[in-house]
């Protein structure tokens, strides 16, 4: 089975700079810890990563990403989510891709999430529903920072706040479940 990785490089609001030390990812995460999983997964696997833009507008990258696909691809789509409750991933969003093996193998690292959450709002809507192609929204779990203190970090909430800051460990973590799932569709 072919698969390709898709993450987003767009900003939803403009930022000067994105900062990483020997701990952390700082500022604006949303977007970039999934590119940085993706691209490590990328590298470790060989499997294809595209880098769109236009995520948080009209989807105009994964538009033409699509449109230059082979429709039997599996692609998944790497992005942030605070979603994830207590563990290392998120799959959710899954298009023509039956999860119950899915879950049982990984059940233990992955929250999955079943139906279509905000189905309209991220790259699997354009493989999935405009291509039908086969692809799930696979999630590198942020921080929600405006759930613990809504008074510190007032809307627009999590996903766009530049006051945030993932772990590189976390990144670490979520990235070697994404090479796990890639070796799984890789034998099947």
Request: net charge negative; proline share 5%; no cysteine.
């Amino acid at each position: 089975m072919k698969i390709v990785l898709s993450a987003h490089f767009d900003l939803a609001r403009p930022v000067m700079f994105i900062h990483m030390d020997d701990k952390n990812l700082n500022g604006l995460v949303d977007n970039f810890a999934g590119m940085f999983s993706a691209y490590q997964a990328s590298r470790k696997t060989g499997v294809p990563v595209y880098f769109t833009n236009y995520e948080e507008l009209e989807f105009d990258g994964a538009d033409t990403v699509a449109k230059n696909l082979d429709k039997h691809t599996l692609i998944i789509v790497v992005d942030t989510t605070i979603d994830a409750e207590d563990k290392d991933a998120y799959i959710g969003n899954a298009y023509g891709i039956d999860t119950r093996e899915l879950k049982e193998k990984f059940a233990d690292k992955v929250l999955f999430k079943d139906g279509m959450y905000e189905e309209t709002q991220d790259e699997s809507y354009i493989y999935g529903e405009k291509y039908g192609m086969k692809t799930f929204y696979f999630g590198v779990p942020i921080p929600d920072p405006y759930r613990d203190n809504p008074d510190v970090f007032p809307k627009p909430g999590p996903y766009h706040t530049d006051e945030n800051k993932v772990s590189l460990h976390a990144i670490d973590k979520t990235t070697q479940i994404l090479i796990d799932l890639i070796t799984y569709f890789q034998n099947k």
